[in-house]
C-alpha cells in the first residue's frame, strides 16, 4: 500500500496507529539543525534532525499527550530513524515513555511523523 502524500505545511502523526494531522506546524533550521514543532492540541510533537551528512539522522523526538502518551525517543532511549522523499520528512521509531494509565509504569509507543514543510 502506498502511503498518500502529505500536502505543504502539514504535519501527520501517528503514535500506536492513533493518527492526527495538523496545519499548525512551525520548521526552522539553525545551521545543520533542522526543527519541526507541532501542535496536535492537546499534543505536542517536537522532532529535531541533523542535516549535515549523506542523509538525515534524528537527534531527538518529544511526544507530550499525544492521546495520552509521554515519551522521547533520542540518543538515550527510544529508537528513530528518517526518510526524505517527496518534499516530506519521515520519521519512524519507538518512543519510551510512561503509561497513560499508569504514570508510574514505563510504556514503549510505535510512532511515524510526517512533516512536509
Known amino acids: 500500500m502506498r502511503a498518500e ?3 505543504q505545511n502539514t504535519a501527520r502523526i501517528t503514535v500506536n496507529h492513533q493518527t492526527r494531522t495538523s ?5 526552522t533550521q539553525v545551521q545543520w539543525l ?3 514543532d507541532i501542535s496536535a492540541a492537546p499534543a505536542h510533537v517536537k522532532t529535531v534532525l541533523r542535516l549535515d551528512g549523506e542523509a538525515p539522522k534524528p537527534e531527538s523526538v ?5 492521546e495520552g502518551f509521554t515519551g522521547v525517543a533520542n540518543s538515550g532511549v527510544g529508537d528513530a ?16 515513555g510512561t503509561d497513560p494509565d499508569d504514570v508510574s509504569e514505563p ?5 511515524k511523523i510526517e512533516v512536509s514543510c
Open 62 to 66: 518529544d511526544i507530550d499527550n499525544f
Open 81 to 96: 530513524k528518517v526518510v526524505f522523499a517527496n518534499n516530506t520528512y519521515t520519521v519512524t521509531g519507538k518512543a519510551q
Open 34 to 36: 533542522w526543527t519541526a
Open 5 to 7: 502524500k502529505v500536502p
Open 23 to 27: 496545519h499548525a506546524l512551525t520548521c
Open 107 to 111: 510504556a514503549i509507543a510505535d510512532f
